[in-house]
């Protein structure tokens, strides 16, 4: 499996680094800062074995506000150039605006990573121009209110047909099939139910035949799970990657990359025996 634009083959599940771009000052001292501090965050990552890494200006949380166009590219578009200059591993980029598409890929990412799947109206054009992959994940609600009476009829197979369509939507823009990955998107209206539910039932999801991301990391499932703060919950998040990887997760969001690079390893290890 491989997808078309990325420097990746799926023979064995990849970390993609989660990079925390932190919303504080414009003035140039801040931003200089800001910037430094961005590089040594990914330097770290790529060190410890990251294939990807995620930059995002907008925060997707449960409860959290939408963040202005103008915010949202001051905030990414300086850390995806100074990355995209200093290393060689690509660089994804967390949005869901095709504004903000546009300009990233300009300045240096080679993935979109979208939770609301390209469904803002222009997305789908703005992804098919960028000629990069695309993650398209499920999202049920809108960040500010979607923790508040997420419903489903079968989680599962009610994020099957949400992302096959999705999937449909987007080769009928124009976007190649080869360009795609798929998400069910892990807390994303979704309650406890529901995210354990989905992943125990990953495994269905390979039947898209696209390469599957999944994000578990830190979330608040794992808290509601281990009674857990989001600061002591590394060990249920490597439990959690490793779970999805062994369901067919191909590449796993973290925050942690070097811990889960070594689960992931020793999973790889054991995956390579001939029985
Ligand atoms: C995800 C994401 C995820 C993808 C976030 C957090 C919330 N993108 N962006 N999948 N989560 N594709 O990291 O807790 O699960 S932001």
Known sequence: MFVSGLPLDFSSPRVMGVLNVTPDSFSDGGRFLHIDDALRQAEEMVAEGAAIIDIGGES????????????????????????????????????????????????????????????????????????????????QGKPRTMQQTPQYGDVVADIMRYLSDRVAACEAGGIARNRLLVDPGFGFGKTKAHNLALLKGLGTFQRLGLPLLVGLSRKSMLGAVTGRTVEERLAASVAAALMAVERGARIVRVHDVAETVDALALWQAVTDIES
């Open 60 to 139: 997707t949380r449960p409860g959290a506000a939408a963040v202005p166009l103008e915010q949202e590219l001051a905030r990414v578009l300086p850390v995806i150039e100074a990355l995209a200059a200093a290393f060689d591993v690509p660089i994804s980029i967390d949005t869901s605006k095709p504004e903000v598409m546009r300009a990233a890929v300009n300045a240096g990412a080679r993935m979109i990573n979208d939770v609301t799947a390209l469904s803002s109206p222009g997305a789908i054009a703005a992804a098919a121009e960028s000629a990069v992959p695309v993650c398209l994940m499920h999202m």
